[in-house]
């Protein structure tokens, strides 16, 4: 038994993981890790984890990327073991645990934008549009990280303009009073709001979510919001 999961430890698991399709029976983790060091981690994202007799499956491998991170693990090795979907679960779950009501890949008319996840709260009127971006280090550049946001900022606004075009086929739209631009990293980024947009790492985003009304308060002048012209209350 291991009494401390450390680095070497937490780069197997997820390697392991991403070769057998994020499922790994029970004996093949207690030659890696302890069963209760790994629940742990999921202990807050219900769900997410399937756990059979003798496999466990996991709908997303962020907690334990997150982990690993704290371990050491070069942030480069832990992007390449996570995907679009592991980063949408655990967004997802979050907003649900928010009473957001959400759209999975909106696809605009006109110009063609996709957008990962548009969240609307139906109660406050608040509308996230989130970018999901599990980068590697290489987007803490200023230069770099800036250029999506403002082009992430772009799309948020366009989805604005075109909301009567859209909310035929998203109805949900028509319920944001507003919409506010958000990308969702792996690493610890620059974490400060550019170019309009916020960047929020995953590790914070729970937060981000319940608190969401505070930051945007907070933050007004550095994310303005975007006024949606088809909402009906």
């Not at 997410?48 to 334990?64: E, H, Q, R, S, W």
């Not at 995907?83 to 605009?108: G, P």
């Not at 075009?165 to 109805?171: A, C, G, I, V």
């Not at 400060?192 to 007004?220: H, M, T, W």
Request: proline fraction near 5%; glycine fraction near 4%.
């Amino acid at each position: 038994m291991i009494s401390k999961v450390g680095l070497t430890t937490y780069t197997l698991l997820l390697k392991e993981l991403t070769r057998r399709d994020k499922c790994v029976s029970r004996e093949e983790l207690e030659k890696i890790a302890t069963l209760d060091q790994i629940l742990k981690d999921y202990v807050e994202v219900p769900n997410t984890l399937v756990n059979k007799a003798d496999v466990l499956c996991f709908k997303t491998l962020v907690p334990i990327a997150l982990r690993a991170l704290e371990y050491g693990v070069d942030p480069y090795v832990v992007a390449e073991t996570l995907d679009w979907r592991d980063f949408e679960e655990l967004v997802l779950h979050y907003l649900s645990l928010a009473d957001y009501e959400v759209i999975h890949s909106l696809k605009t008319f006109g110009k063609r934008y996709e957008i990962d996840v548009v969240a609307v709260n139906h109660t406050t009127g608040v509308g996230l549009v989130i970018d999901c971006k599990h980068w590697s280090p290489g987007y803490s550049k200023k230069s770099k990280l800036e250029y999506v946001a403002s082009n992430h900022r772009v799309k948020t606004e366009y989805i604005a303009r075109e909301c009567w075009s859209l909310r035929n086929k998203y109805k949900t739209l028509k319920k944001a009073r507003h919409f506010t631009p958000v990308i969702v990293t792996l690493t610890e980024v620059l974490k400060e709001p550019r170019k309009g947009c916020f960047v929020v790492p995953i590790s914070a985003f729970r937060d981000f979510v319940i608190n969401v009304q505070y930051y945007i308060d907070l933050l007004s002048k550095e994310v303005p919001l975007i006024p949606n012209p088809c909402y009906t209350p």
